[in-house]
């Protein structure tokens, strides 16, 4: 049965800094392409970013990029997403995404809650 589990959310000001964590079992995670999105209230729900098998590739929507850092660790079946400058508008659901090919279904987490004040 495949898990996946995001954490680290939380409460921080304008410009502070959270690093999510989201760890995945039941699956050969290095064969896994994984992403972060993000659900604010009233909004649907968005890529953040994503990165490949490997890590040598990532992506970043335009609204993160230069504040937002993906990596994954496969030894330890870790996606991290370190988020720095936060702004009240990243508040969001942030959920881990994994997924094995183009075709394939998408396995999500339950999301973690940031919440950033102005």
């Known amino acids: 049965q495949v898990q996946v589990v995001e954490s680290g959310g939380g409460l921080v000001q304008t410009g502070g800094s959270l690093r999510l964590s989201c760890t995945a079992s039941?699956?050969?995670?290095?064969?896994?392409?994984m992403g972060w999105f993000r659900q604010a209230p009233g909004k649907e729900r968005e890529g953040v970013s994503c990165?490949?098998?490997?890590?040598?590739?990532?992506y970043y929507a335009a609204s993160v990029k230069g504040r937002f850092t993906i990596s994954r660790d496969n030894n330890k079946n870790t996606l991290y997403l370190q988020m720095n400058t936060l702004k009240p508008e990243d508040t969001a659901v942030y959920y881990c995404?994994?997924?094995?090919?183009?075709?394939?279904?998408?396995?999500w987490g339950q999301g973690t809650q940031v919440t950033v004040s102005s």
């Open positions: 995404a994994a997924k094995l090919s183009r075709y394939s279904d998408i396995y």
């Open positions: 990165i490949t098998r490997s890590g040598s590739r990532t």
């Open positions: 039941g699956l050969t995670f290095e064969n896994y392409h």
